[in-house]
Nanobody, 114 residues
Framework: QVQLVESGGGLVQPGGSLTLSCAAS????????MGWYRQAPGKQRELVAT???????NCADSVKGRFAIARDNAKNTVYLQMNSLKPEDTAVYYC????????WGQGTQVTVSS
């Protein structure tokens, strides 16, 4: 069993930056891919970025050049650095981790507004 705990969300003005963190805990697991997804009100959950254990990354076109994903395998932690935030980035951001099973965090709210 893996537990994911996200942190770092909040309210930021357009053009600002935030860093999200997600720490995985539990025992007897080896995490393969980790990632971030988001869900805005009235919309489906969508992929933001993923990263493999070896460091290979994939980002949605809407965030390329603005967001960066990174992970610390020793700490079982994944990060999402978000720059040049736009109002359309407002959503609940969810951490995801893949072992033999798929796990989700509880979500953290990111609001971009002046």
């Amino acid at each position: 069993q893996v537990q994911l705990v996200e942190s770092g969300g909040g309210l930021v003005q357009p053009g600002g930056s935030l860093t999200l963190s997600c720490a995985a805990s539990g025992s007897g697991f080896s995490i393969n891919a980790m990632g971030w997804y988001r869900q805005a009100p009235g919309k489906q959950r969508e992929l933001v970025a993923t990263i493999t254990r070896g460091g290979g990354t994939n980002c949605a076109d809407s965030v390329k050049g603005r967001f960066a994903i990174a992970r610390d395998n020793a700490k079982n932690t994944v990060y999402l650095q978000m720059n040049s935030l736009k109002p359309e980035d407002t959503a609940v951001y969810y951490c995801n981790a893949m072992t033999r099973f798929e796990y989700w965090g509880q979500g953290t709210q990111v609001t971009v507004s002046s």
